[in-house]
């Protein structure tokens, strides 16, 4: 599963919309939709674990193929 993929899955997993993780994460909105997009950007190692927390997951989860 993609990286793209499983932030969304997660996401919906715990109920919250894109403007809701983007609250959570201190990332703008946008930024997230792009990453849930089917051409996501790169990703620094900060934002994964800024994701990872707001997701109540390790940050290895979601780079695990």
């Known amino acids: 599963m993609r990286f793209a993929e499983k932030i969304k899955e997660l ?5 919250y919309t894109q403007e809701r993780l983007a ?4 990332i703008d909105y946008k930024y997230i939709q792009r990453l849930e997009s089917k ?7 900060d934002t994964i674990q800024r994701i ?6 390790d940050p290895s989860k979601l780079l695990d193929k």
């Open 11 to 15: 996401r919906k997993k715990l109920g």
């Open 23 to 26: 609250e959570l994460t201190e």
């Open 39 to 45: 051409t996501p950007p790169a990703v620094k190692i």
């Open 52 to 57: 990872a927390k707001a997701l109540k997951v």
